[in-house]
């Protein structure tokens, strides 16, 4: 079982952007899909971004051209770039592998 821990979470200024981060304590092998969800009070959790060991990306159609998502196999880490971040982005952020091993979560707060 790998753990996966977030990090880079904050509060932040419409507009502004942030970097996540996803440490797994084991081998983030090749053939994992990762991923990135979201959870916003009160709301089901929601994909945000996922990666694939080809390197194909898919995103949510409300963060397409502001977040990507990176993977570097080497470090067992995984990214998420958020730029022109909103006030709907605010939301705990959840690094995944395979939608089975899940991370506890980092805070995103967007003020307006």
């Known amino acids: 079982q790998v753990q996966l821990v977030e990090s880079g979470g904050g509060l932040v200024q419409a507009g502004g952007s942030l970097r996540l981060s996803c440490a797994a304590s084991?081998?983030?092998?090749?053939?994992?899909?990762m991923g990135w969800y979201r959870q916003a009070p009160g709301k089901q959790r929601e994909l945000v971004a996922t990666i694939t060991s080809f390197g194909r990306t898919d995103y949510a159609d409300s963060v397409k051209g502001r977040f990507s998502i990176s993977r570097d196999t080497a470090k067992n880490t995984v990214y998420l770039q958020m730029t022109s971040l909103k006030p709907e982005d605010t939301a705990v952020y959840y690094c995944?592998?395979?939608?089975?091993?899940w991370g506890q979560g980092t805070q995103v707060t967007v003020s307006s």
């Open positions: 084991g081998s983030i092998l090749s053939s994992n899909v």
């Open positions: 995944t592998r395979d939608v089975s091993d």
